[in-house]
């Protein structure tokens, strides 16, 4: 992607839902045309997962929890970040690849797949995505990957010491914490309630609802900490209580049978929504 394609994709920039098993995804409402989709960093079935709501949606405007520049930063560095992982990778033992722990580090490493289904579908479908993150966040702790999250030493520590299990069996149990969460029988973890992210939600809450003002349909992209009504108020769902959003666990997309764009295989359709 080129500099015009970013600037295009950052445009300028200018009831929470619980779906069970076998249920469909409802069409969207006018009462309910902005969409947060609730998702957890590093899915690896994020993107195909994404894609099948997207589909579903038909989204007029697509949002981005990400900053145009982590964008620009994330694909200038990203050659380098992937073998200086291999590299660190080389004095572990083999199976800490598969670790869920570093698993997460190489994902941190790639660009998320929340922008990089927004892009391709927004570009085949000629819909409009907003980058909404101001890039604060980012410069403080991309430059500090190749040097300290991206070492032997800090993969060793997290074979050791992080989450057991694999990279899938952690993203399950983190939807399962979502679902906790908007049932309002979890709490907000302490870093997520600091000024800098109540600064960060409420920066995107307003540039929301600068896109609703425009009575389009709008699906958010971004991680479900900051889009479940929490106990304390916080989280997207309360700073857009007046849209009345929807909270749907991208999880839940599989519940959504339809054309699933893979970014090696492109295009394939099965048609229709069935039951699972």
């Not at 076998?22 to 009462?31: F, H, I, T």
């Not at 079935?45 to 099948?52: E, I, L, M, P």
């Not at 929807?246 to 519940?255: F, K, M, P």
């Amino acid at each position: 992607m080129n500099e015009r394609d970013l600037n295009t994709l950052k445009g300028g920039w200018e009831g929470s839902l619980r779906i069970g098993r076998g249920d469909r995804v409802p069409p969207a409402l006018p009462s309910t045309n902005l969409i947060l989709l609730a998702t957890v960093h590093g899915d690896p079935a994020g993107y195909d997962r994404a894609w099948r709501f997207l589909e579903h949606w038909r989204p007029e405007v697509i949002t981005v929890e990400i900053s145009p520049f982590s964008v620009r930063y994330r694909r200038r560095e990203q050659g380098s970040w992937r073998r200086r992982l291999q590299k660190a990778l080389q004095a572990l033992p083999p199976e800490a690849a598969a670790n869920a722990a570093v698993a997460r580090v190489a994902a941190q490493a790639a660009l998320p797949f929340e922008y990089r289904v927004a892009r391709d579908w927004g570009r085949a479908h000629q819909v409009p995505v907003k980058l909404l993150d101001t890039g604060e966040v980012a410069r403080r702790h991309l430059p500090r990957y190749k040097e300290e999250l991206l070492t032997p030493e800090n993969l060793r520590h997290l074979c050791e010491q992080g989450v057991s299990g694999t990279l899938e069996e952690f993203v399950a149990h983190e939807f399962r914490r979502a679902r906790r969460a908007r049932k309002g029988k979890l709490r907000r973890l302490p870093g997520l309630n600091g000024a800098d992210q109540g600064k960060r939600e409420r920066l995107w809450a307003s540039r929301l609802e600068r896109l609703a003002a425009a009575n389009q349909k709008i699906v958010h992209l971004g991680g479900w900490e900051h889009l479940v009504p929490w106990p304390d108020g916080g989280g997207l769902f309360h700073l857009l209580s007046d849209l009345k959003p929807l909270v749907i666990l991208l999880e839940e997309a599989e519940q959504i049978k339809l054309g699933i764009k893979t970014e090696t295989k492109g295009y394939a359709m099965t048609g229709g929504l069935e039951r699972r």
